[in-house]
């Protein structure tokens, strides 16, 4: 199992940014995702979660991200996707791309996480 | 929302020592509470899931107790790989799938 984020880097405020996780070792489509964030040396914050295509593919976000953020898939891809509009500074953070192989649906593989500095 | 409250936020113990780590939910999240490790440059790792299981290769120095609002984490032993940030989550009343801020456990 193996999850790759990219797509970060160095973006203006207000400006938008599309992360990707590309997955191998298993079949994206069979698994709930999560996304979560980790601003420099803080905490991990739960940004949200896309159902898997069986459940309609319906997404969670936090509040500090609903109407900015969206998550959508491709399992034929096996690529799953951040996009991120009209970022702030508070959206400085590492992104993790996670998905829900276990039955106990808790985030338990994780990619390595891409850096998001918004910054002018 | 359900807010996580971790105490201590840092503690400082010798390998080999005991450690105990809490995680207070605001509300009941019945066992659905989950317990991660992370080391500096790395993702976090799934230690405990459903407040008292151990995910596939954790050791068993790692056990998880607690229902409801109190939760902890028990290290039993600890090795010097377990110096790390541990951070318990909820998805006992989501969205949003909460997380505690952290303790760090330090080497003394």
């Known amino acids: 199992v193996l999850l790759v984020e990219s797509g970060g880097g160095l973006v203006q405020p207000g400006r938008s940014l599309r992360l990707s996780c590309s997955a191998s070792?298993?079949?994206?489509?069979?698994?709930?995702m999560s996304w979560v964030r980790q601003a420099p040396g803080k905490g991990l914050e739960w940004v949200g979660f896309?159902?898997?295509?069986?459940?309609?593919?319906?997404?969670e976000y936090a509040a500090s991200v609903r109407g900015r953020f969206t998550f959508s898939r491709d399992d034929s891809e096996s690529i799953a996707y951040l996009q991120m509009n009209s970022l702030t500074p508070e959206d400085t953070a590492v992104y993790y791309c996670?998905?829900?192989?276990?039955?106990?649906?808790?985030?338990?593989?994780w990619g390595q996480g891409t850096l998001v500095t918004v910054s002018s | 929302e359900i807010v996580l409250t971790q105490s201590p936020a840092t503690l400082s113990l010798s390998p080999g020592e005991r450690a105990s780590l809490s995680c207070r939910a605001s509300?009941?999240?019945?066992?659905?509470l989950a317990w991660y490790q992370q080391k500096p440059g790395q993702a976090p790792r799934l230690l405990i899931y459903?407040?008292?299981n151990r995910a596939t290769g954790i050791p068993a120095r790692f056990s998880g107790s607690g229902s409801g609002t109190d939760f902890t984490l028990t290290i039993s032993s600890l090795e010097p790989e377990d110096f790390a940030v541990y951070y318990c989550?909820?998805?006992?009343?989501?969205?949003?799938?909460?997380f505690g801020q952290g303790t760090k456990l330090e080497i003394k």
């Open positions: 996670t998905t829900h192989m276990g039955a106990y649906d808790f985030p338990d593989y």
């Open positions: 070792g298993f079949t994206l489509g069979d698994y709930a």
């Open positions: 896309i159902r898997t295509r069986a459940y309609g593919g319906s997404t």
């Open positions: 509300q009941s999240v019945g066992s659905y």
């Open positions: 459903d407040a008292s």
């Open positions: 989550q909820q998805r006992g009343n989501w969205p949003p799938y909460t």
